[in-house]
């Protein structure tokens, strides 16, 4: 079999180096090239021939709709897998058809990004399940009319105190087996993908749970929320969808916390004047910026700030600078559920 030749184009170094260090890791994937702006990348598929191209829509000199026009024109055979942060409907829709095969974003676990290329060269199309979600789920008034059972209601319960499927088991006293194919159904009741967006959900509509009810709410103080009341928070990401579902599980952990938003280092080095947060999460990735020199300087500004950089492209050389760079760790955005976030404010709380 001839292997897939990649060519990747992105402003930031550091996004390419990640892309690579993931896909090089795959015997069929051969990375023959890097682009940073319109310009190099005409080069690069010039000299390179590659049979995909994976690109950013932000890079300098570089027209998405227009240079993709011509890409196709010019290499009718030639594969394009977009990888943005960007959800925005037009935008991903005026892309694909544009001539796009398919379009990720930069939040989604690395796994998927192999399947994306896997997709896209068989002949498919690809789009990351959160675009799916918002293209054609139902609406929101109509999910909300939705009557769990008994069980989907303890499921959906034991979810949100980030059990694993052996625990919720045990607590119900069946089978995990039983547990697995009870929450495939849930899912699709629900319409959603996964343990993450069924806790989103939950988020959302808590009435599914009927929370009011005395038996509800004693589950739900259980779970220990407002153990972490008077917290602070700063996330710093530049994509606005990751935010919000971070702050989600956020708030399912300590309601009580006070959770700051910024997209780059501007608006932190400004929150930070102000506020005084106890745990900032600061992605690698801050469009032009990157999260080790905003760790760097919000170091500068107090070493007691509790720092943890994340990322979607988990690589070895990440980890070491976010390390030097003064954070307390590096972590793989797929892993930040609400055990490990309930783990780390907890360790941070004590």
Known sequence: MNPIKILIADDHSLVRQGIRDILEDFEDIVIVGEAWDGPSLFAELAETKPTLLLFDVTMPNFDPITSLHEIKQTYPTLRILVVSAYDDDMYVKGLLAAGADGYHLKGQPIAQLKIAVDQVMSGQKWLASPLVNKFIQPTISKKSSLTLTTRQSDLLRLLTQSLDNQNIAIKLGISIKTVENNLTKLYRYLDVQSRL???????????????????????????????????????????????RELRQIVNIITPKAMIYEAENISEARHLVDHISPNLIFIDMILGKEDGIQATRELRKKSPLFKIIVISAYPDKEFHRLSIESGAMAFLDKKDLDIASLRQIISDISV
């Open 197 to 243: 967006e069924a806790v989103n959900y939950t988020l959302k509509h808590p009435e599914i749970l009927s929370l009011s009810s005395p038996q509800a709410t004693s589950d739900i103080d259980d779970i220990g929320f407002s153990t972490f009341s008077g917290l602070s928070i700063l996330l710093i990401d530049d994509n606005a969808r990751f935010r």
